[in-house]
């Protein structure tokens, strides 16, 4: 149980271009995901909290207009990218927690971006 | 404000030797404590974890014990195996479970 689906693994877009990402909780529902960047050398940065119903929570420095979070039912959170540039390419991963200990927070296998 | 801090890496050991990563962390309330481990080109997968002081949490022959005298939740393993090979990531959850806080990721690699 908890599994958290993200789609696609794997994208390669051209530079001015947007890229939809897909965060799904397949077996609970999720009044809140988180989605997080990953730069080189593996450190983790959270983007934003993702809010069922309500508008995104975003931290400090990233752009909500170019990082655009949509979590209209409990189950699916979308990040899009929009006018991507080499710059936003990453590993981008998406994150629920289904408030259960047994679990602790469930992330997805993640999305690398390539922006060329 | 809450904070992890884990031993930088990478961390490389030979295969059948004894694992520790360290990891300390700051926290304003009383925190649920995780390790996490992302092997090559996924996610994060939980790993373990603990929730109240003196708490040992275990999974596939790695341990790591809730030291609340200490601020300190170290993995451990007795005898690491070249699949170990991933980075590690340390984090806590404040009261709420409202997001989680990362260290840095320690890389862990085991030769033959």
């Known amino acids: 149980g908890a599994v958290v689906s993200q789609h696609p693994s794997r994208v390669i877009c051209k530079s001015g271009t947007s890229v939809k990402i897909e965060c799904r909780s397949l077996?609970?529902?999720?009044?809140?995901m988180f989605w997080y960047r990953q730069f080189p050398k593996q450190s983790l940065m959270l983007m934003a909290t993702s809010n069922e119903g309500s508008k995104a929570t975003y931290e400090q420095g990233v752009e909500k207009d170019k990082f655009l979070i949509n979590h209209a039912s409990l189950t699916l959170s979308t990040l899009t990218v929009t006018s991507a540039h080499p710059e936003d390419s990453s590993f981008y991963i998406c994150s629920a927690n289904p408030q259960d200990l047994n679990y602790g927070y469930t992330f997805g296998s993640g999305t690398r971006l390539t922006v060329v | 404000g809450n904070s992890v801090t884990q031993m930088e890496g990478p961390v490389t050991l030979s295969e059948e030797a004894f694992l520790t990563i360290n990891c300390t962390y700051t926290a304003t309330g009383y925190p649920s404590l995780f390790w996490y481990v992302q092997y090559p080109g996924e996610g994060l997968q939980l790993l373990l974890k603990a929730t109240k002081a003196d708490d040992k949490g275990s999974n596939k022959g790695f341990e790591a014990t809730y030291r609340k005298e200490t601020t300190s939740f170290h993995l451990e393993k007795g005898s690491v195996q070249v699949s170990d090979s991933a980075v590690y990531f340390c984090?806590?959850?404040?009261?709420?479970?409202?997001?989680?806080?990362f260290g840095k990721g320690t890389m862990l690699l085991v030769s033959p």
């Open positions: 077996d609970f529902q999720a009044t809140t």
């Open positions: 984090a806590l959850s404040d009261i709420g479970y409202s997001t989680l806080t």
